[in-house]
């Protein structure tokens, strides 16, 4: 099983001494997460299921008693800025920590700057959550120099407002929600509209197991945002505030069969939550896992954000020997794929789709396929 790496934080914390001569006066993790189920329903105020990861980013980091920052990630470099500044004129990664503390920043209270080293081992791009880690860390850091009152549900929020305004992707609160909340041992049900949150336990008899294709998108540059705007559309045509007020038969009186499809997939996904949930209580990973395979289905033709590596690793997976149901995870196009598989044969489940999967022609892999069985891990912490 992956766990978390022991020695991620003692990295972040040399890489801080090398760089800046001190040891940091905190260290600060977050996981990274996979959405067992729910799938484009958050934008949508519906419900999701997701599970934090053993895969962190970690942060080293010591006040800097002013507004600047400086900042070096192990992975992609330095940069540095000031709070004072406008985060849009901070490019690339950096972009997600300026915007975090901009949205903290209170010209009134104590200097939040601070000097920071980044380590992380969650996937980047593998829709795993690697943004909504970085920008919950950050925050949490921003949260202990300024001495702020903010709530692990304020940082999400802050983390959702930095995406939406700052990076340009019309995306929901899940991600950094699960960064934020998750816990040991159980997948987190959120309530997208009303924020409520409550544990529910996986049965004992199941592992979750993502499987990465090694392929490679950008929201933005995706038609992500493009799926937003068909909901937006949809709710407008039934004059609702938003998906999670309709039914099925409600639909029938769109007359854009793009938009009907769309919402059929949000309204149906946010059923399937739900299905999933009673049939965990109930230890059924059977259906759990048949409605995976249901989900997996409705985003490749009714949402159509799969694409050719995600749909061939899902049939691999369901044939799989100890496979109850897999689908793809994220926001899609590209990326992984996550499985609910029988504790007792999940490793002949990882070989039969290591040695099975190739990634298609049609869309080459970036980067190496890998298969991680996983167990659910808490939300964002000061180690």
Not at 268 to 281: D, I, K, P
Request: with cysteine; charged share 15%; aromatic share 8%.
């Amino acid at each position: 099983m992956s766990s978390f790496d022991p020695y991620l934080a003692n990295k972040a914390t040399a890489g801080f001494n090398t760089v800046f001569g001190q040891s940091p006066e905190l260290v600060v993790r977050c996981p990274g997460r996979v959405n067992l189920i729910g799938e484009h329903t958050d934008y949508n105020n519906g419900f999701v299921l997701p599970i934090g990861l053993p895969f962190e980013t970690v942060i080293a980091a010591s006040p800097s008693l002013t507004n600047e920052m400086s900042i070096v990630s192990e992975s992609f470099g330095s940069t540095t800025f000031s709070l004072d500044n406008d985060p849009m004129t901070t490019p690339d990664w950096g972009k997600f920590i300026h915007g975090v503390g901009s949205f903290m920043f209170n010209p009134e209270s104590v200097h939040m700057g601070w000097n920071g080293y980044i380590c992380s081992n969650i996937p980047s791009g593998a829709n795993l959550s690697s943004s909504a880690a970085l920008e919950v860390a950050s925050g949490f850091v921003f949260k202990l120099v300024g001495a702020q009152e903010t709530s692990l549900q304020e940082l999400a929020l802050i983390g959702k407002r930095v995406e939406n305004e700052l990076i340009g992707v019309s995306s929901g609160i899940m991600d950094q929600m699960a960064c934020a909340l998750s816990q040991d041992g159980s997948a987190l049900f959120l309530d997208c509209l009303s924020l409520e949150t409550s544990a529910v336990v996986i049965p004992s008899n199941a592992v979750t197991v993502i499987m990465d294709t090694g392929t490679r998108r950008e929201l933005k540059s995706s038609s992500y945002n493009e799926r937003a705007r068909n909901c937006e559309q949809a709710v407008a045509s039934l004059g609702v505030s938003s998906l999670r007020e309709v039914s099925i038969s409600d639909l029938d009186i769109l007359r854009d069969p793009l938009a009907k499809r769309r919402a059929h997939h949000v309204v149906s996904e946010n059923a399937r939550v739900l299905n999933v949930v009673e049939s965990f209580g109930e230890n059924d990973c059977v259906t759990a896992g048949s409605i995976f395979n249901q989900s997996h289905l409705s985003l490749k033709e009714d949402y159509e954000v799969t694409g050719p590596a995600l749909d061939r690793i899902v049939e691999i997976a369901v044939d799989a020997p100890g496979c109850f149901g897999a689908r793809m995870t994220g926001g899609g196009f590209a990326g992984s794929a996550v499985a609910l598989v029988s504790r007792d044969i999940v490793r002949d489940f990882c070989a039969f789709v290591e040695q099975n999967f190739v990634c298609p022609e049609s869309q080459p892999a970036v980067t190496s396929t890998r298969i991680y069985p996983v167990e659910a891990c808490a939300g964002v912490s000061i180690l």
